[in-house]
């Protein structure tokens, strides 16, 4: 128990000491460490970024609450918060008492050149795995979807997910309703 | 060390607790109201001060949030204050969300119940794709992006290397790159 509590401090102290340009870079990382490292499905990641969108605060400490918790209990969801916590306290601490003007905007730009671009990469990986995750059929396996993708896939959430995909990216139809729409809609049909 | 007291260290707490409570889906939409309350309202810092923090939160790595409370409670109030500011900030977005996930587990997953998960689900995964999409069309502009971008979506798709190591490759690359730029210009 104490080690996978270090193992969630560990794992996300290295996601916030990472995470620059905020957010969505440290939640790209959060989402697929915690499925290699903490075995969490890609159901229950679907249901964090659901979750994310009613429950206010930072995305990155929602995100290791959520994780921390279904991992290790309590305990994990507190190592997985300070974790991811404690390198703003070690950084600015530094910076205030070594360097009385950031001079260093530059270097920081340059770093965020690229780590912006490969953030976009890992969300859209992590949208592929939680997507190919939830739209299994029950007891279907992921290793039979190019030979048989009607046995694998539910068409039915298949439909839902790109037409939800579509509304948001093009019409800016707002998640949260959308999301409701598609629990009304499931409760209805899917048996 | 600067002077403060527990009603410093009270009202740093309750500036940031507000905003994080208040403050849907991240970011820095409550930045006017936490400049409205520690410039104007506890009078902590002047503006000029506050807007060097708050520029700064933005450049370094980690929750943005947790630090502008670090800044402006460390530039307040010393450490003490800097421990009020980021509890404040981290601890409604804490207890809210372990609430929630608890909530969540005592659902029972049966029936239209059930039903409604799976839908959810997809719509929700939908949003983590759109999330993608917004993103790229603010940060994938030049071919040097694209290609990091995929080599990023291949390298934790097909390998085992991790994503915070992904993260540090590419801020090394982006550095690289710059680098190797700048002197082209310089030489030419």
């Given at each position: 128990m104490i080690l996978e509590c270090l193992k969630l401090f560990y794992t996300f102290f290295k996601i916030g000491i990472l995470g620059f340009g905020g957010g969505y870079t440290m939640l790209s990382m959060i989402m697929t460490e915690s499925t290699e490292?903490?075995?969490?499905t890609a159901q229950q990641l679907a249901d964090l970024n659901a979750l994310d969108m009613i429950v206010p605060g930072p995305i990155a400490i929602n995100a290791a609450t959520y994780v921390g918790y279904l991992h290790a209990g309590f305990w994990g969801s507190l190592a997985a918060t300070i974790g991811v916590t404690l390198p703003s306290l070690i950084l600015v601490a530094l910076v205030m008492r070594f360097i009385t003007?950031?001079?260093?905007n530059r270097v920081m730009e340059s770093f965020l050149f690229g780590i912006k671009p490969a953030a976009v990469g890992l969300i859209a990986s992590a949208a592929i795995t939680i997507a190919l995750g939830v739209l299994l059929k029950p007891g279907a396996s992921l290793n039979t979807l190019f030979s048989d993708p009607f046995g694998t896939i539910s068409v039915f959430l298949a439909v839902v997910f790109f037409l939800a995909a579509f509304l948001n990216i093009r019409?800016?139809?707002n998640p949260i309703l959308l999301t409701v729409i598609a629990g009304i809609v499931g409760a209805i049909w899917v048996r | 060390m600067k002077k403060y007291n527990l009603k410093t260290l009270w009202a740093l707490f309750v500036i940031f607790f507000k905003a994080g409570t208040f403050t849907f889906a991240g970011g820095l939409a409550m930045l006017p109201v936490i400049e409205k309350d520690v410039v104007e309202k506890y009078k902590l810092m002047d503006r000029e001060e506050f807007m060097e923090y708050a520029t700064l939160a933005q450049t370094l790595p980690g929750v943005i949030a947790a630090n502008c409370a670090c800044f402006v409670g460390r530039g307040a109030a010393g450490t003490p204050g800097m421990l009020a500011a980021v509890i404040g900030s981290t601890i409604s977005a804490f207890v809210l969300m372990l609430l929630a996930t608890i909530l969540l587990q005592l659902?029972?997953?049966?029936g239209p119940v059930s039903g409604a998960f799976q839908c959810i689900r997809a719509a929700s995964a939908a949003m983590v794709l759109s999330a993608a999409f917004s993103l790229g069309q603010h940060n994938i502009k030049s071919l040097f992006a694209v290609i990091v971008m995929l080599s990023a979506l291949a390298l934790v798709l097909?390998?085992?290397?991790s994503a915070p190591v992904v993260i540090l490759l590419a801020g090394i690359t982006g550095y690289a790159y710059k680098r190797f730029k700048n002197r082209g210009k310089k030489e030419a």
């Open positions: 490292q903490f075995s969490i003007r950031y001079r260093e019409f800016k139809v | 659902i029972p997953m049966e097909f390998t085992d290397i």
